[in-house]
């Protein structure tokens, strides 16, 4: 899911961007969603706004209620310059670990925006490799740069939806209600019924159940 922005001269393609004013530069937030559940993918959303059409109340999305969240989505989808979704699923977390599919979904992020970015940043202490353009990882970036705010509530409500429809698909676990993460009802969920297919079997609580299962199963 994505928008891109319409083309506009000619980006910097040298070292020289360095020296550039960064105030100047055409930015995207970088945030994610759901790196601790064991359940569902993880949401990496990747926006750039448009200092033209602000919009009033962006902040952490771990701050704001559901509400306010869902209200925001449609307006930052409205007025952001671009903006582009990825949800990285459970198997390829357990294949390359739940950080760097999230610095893989970063980077997809970045790269679908296209040549319009000329610096992401992005929330938290790592940058992925093989950004197309300069990026910096600010620490609790989503409480101080717009972008990241907008992304960060955009990744947040994507998933919270996914996990609402899975509940659909597998009611006995409850992702309505914890979206995945280990809470008690969740983890007694899981030793009741094992796994589903959602589940990132590379997460302790979700292996050791599987491995219960297993088990259980008579040769």
């Not at 960064?22 to 601790?36: F, I, K, N, S, T």
């Not at 209620?65 to 930052?76: F, K, T």
């Not at 297919?197 to 599987?210: G, Q």
Request: charged share 25%; net charge positive.
């Amino acid at each position: 899911m994505s928008r891109r922005p319409p083309r506009r001269g000619e980006a910097a393609q040298d070292a020289g961007l360095f020296a550039i004013d960064r105030a100047r530069l055409r930015v995207a937030g970088v945030d994610e969603a759901g790196r601790g559940p064991l359940a569902g993918p993880v949401a990496v959303a990747a926006v750039i706004l448009d200092p033209a059409r602000p919009i009033a109340g962006l902040d952490d999305s771990k701050k704001l209620s559901p509400a306010r969240r869902e209200a925001l989505y449609p307006a930052i989808v409205e007025r952001a310059l671009a903006w582009h979704l990825e949800l990285v699923a459970a198997e390829e977390i357990d294949r390359l670990n739940i950080l760097q599919a999230t610095l893989e979904g970063m980077r997809r992020c970045v790269l679908a925006l296209g040549a319009q970015v000329e610096l992401a940043r992005i929330d938290g202490n790592a940058v992925p490799r093989g950004m197309p353009c300069m990026a910096e990882a600010i620490v609790g970036g989503d409480a101080l740069e717009p972008a990241i705010m907008a992304a960060s509530i955009l990744a947040k409500v994507a998933r919270d939806r996914l996990m609402c429809a899975l509940h659909e698909q597998h009611p006995h676990y409850g992702f309505d209600v914890h979206k995945g993460y280990p809470t008690p009802a969740h983890l007694a969920a899981l030793a009741a019924h094992g796994p589903c297919p959602h589940h990132r079997r590379s997460f302790a609580p979700v292996r050791e159940a599987f491995a219960r299962g297993r088990e259980a199963v008579p040769a």
